[in-house]
């Protein structure tokens, strides 16, 4: 079995539509696929109508958290996405975001990039808009050559000169919220340091004590020396050690299933999992 448990669709920053990206996973010889758009469990619709025979899908979301002033992201599966106290903390992360873009627009502007809110806005569409598509309009600007080229201390890294806080989930609060509904969290490219700044191994140590799953070692971020040390902080501390491509359609330069997750791995992560089921592909 080949599983991919991290992509994103144009619900949140992705440039494949959710029927699109079902549609790709298949072509690219996945058996499983999760589609973990950014606070948001907006495309799980169009993905479940559109799914190919042959694939399952795992819903999902990747929550915006923060502890100690360090952003992080922690993947959550299978939770029951009506649940009410999760339900209720997606959509505040989510009616942040448009005016911390706009509060970064205007930062780039002080710095002398053309950018307006409104190419930013067309950028995102319909999806949550996040610092992807501010990235978009730099290359589209010619400011930087690629999307990963914008996030740097230059411009929309974490301690970037445009780049703006946004409300986030306290991890431990995200882990409680996520378990609450049914669902299971794993802490997402952990150590993906190019990012900017990581939380240390003992919060990590941590958030596993307070309930957290699993991390996600396998991943285009983490080079094969963090992947082997992630992998043996995975043993030592009881989580699951999961892979996966964070694929974004053309944004970024990964492709579905360039990292994925063992099928022992994906089995207990359903076997924990009361909030929701995988998706069976029939053909849709």
């Not at 050559?145 to 445009?162: C, I, K, M, Q, Y």
Request: glycine share 10%; charged share 25%; net charge negative.
């Amino acid at each position: 079995m080949r599983i991919d448990l991290h992509t994103h669709s144009t619900a949140s920053d992705g440039t494949d539509t959710p029927a699109e990206l079902v549609r790709h996973a298949a072509a690219a010889g996945l058996d499983v696929v999760a589609l973990t758009d950014h606070d948001t469990v907006g495309g799980h619709a169009e993905a479940r109508a559109a799914l190919p025979a042959g694939l399952t899908l795992v819903t999902g979301a990747e929550l915006s958290c923060r502890i100690d002033g360090v952003s992080l992201h922690l993947l959550a599966y299978l939770f029951d996405p009506e649940e009410p106290e999760l339900a209720r903390e997606r959509e505040l992360v989510r009616d942040d975001r448009v005016p911390r873009a706009q509060g970064m627009v205007a930062k780039l502007r002080d710095l002398g990039v053309p950018i307006t809110w409104e190419r930013v806005a067309r950028i995102a569409g319909d999806g949550a808009v996040g610092r992807p598509h501010l990235a978009t309009a730099l290359v589209e600007l010619g400011v930087v050559p690629s999307v990963s080229d914008a996030f740097t201390s230059e411009w929309l890294a974490n301690d970037g000169r445009a780049y703006v806080d946004k409300h986030e989930l306290d991890p431990f609060d995200a882990i409680r919220l996520v378990k609450a509904a049914g669902g299971v969290t794993v802490f997402a490219h952990p150590l993906a340091v190019k990012r900017g700044s990581c939380v240390p191994e003992s919060v990590i140590a941590e958030l596993a004590a307070s309930g957290l799953d699993g991390i996600e070692a396998d991943h285009m971020d983490h080079d094969a020396p963090t992947r082997a040390r992630l992998h043996g902080m995975a043993a030592d501390l009881g989580l699951l050690a999961t892979g996966s491509s964070d694929y974004h359609g053309s944004r970024k330069s990964c492709h579905l299933g360039e990292y994925t997750t063992d099928p022992e791995i994906y089995g207990e992560i359903v076997r924990r999992a009361t909030g929701a089921f995988p998706v069976p592909g029939t053909g849709g």
